[in-house]
């Protein structure tokens, strides 16, 4: 026999605020920084305006949220490649290799949230500040990692760049084919060697 639904069980569970951060994260990455508007994410997420308020104390606050968010991620995906991958090149080929190895969507939006980023940086101190400290951070980590792959260090800085680059292409460029990809790595992973 089924049971009458209870008036908890009616009720929509709460949000978090990572919900919020979720949904204008995404609402950036897809339309701008200037698109992130309370009314235009209460109505995406079904909720009311009050909602928000909860969580957060004005829309500042949850800009502050978002960048928060964007340096964890940036930080959590190099954790989890040095926790993943045993030697210091199979580290580097499996950073190489993530865009590969996610989803088209997900890297469809992480680039476009990237990108974004990068946007409102060039309009914010506070945001430009966050992302260089963000670019320095991985500089440091790739450096490290490419001096555990036995980079002379004569050579250290030049191919540091060359990486940041690369990475940046294969993020970015939607139109290479899996073979092209792998031809990338396996050349940068040679040039490395």
Partial sequence: MRKAPTAKSKVKSRLAASDWVDAASLIMARHGIADVRIEVLAKELKVTKGSFYWHFKDRNALFDAMLVLYEARSHEFMDRV?????????????????PQRMGNRKVADTIRMELAIRSWARRSVHVRNLVRRSDETRWKRTHALLQANGVKPARLRVLNNVLQALLFHLWTRDKLSAEEREELIEFFAEVVS
């Fill in 82 to 98: 040095r926790a993943s991958a045993a030697s210091p090149s199979m580290q580097l080929k499996s950073i190489l290799a993530a």
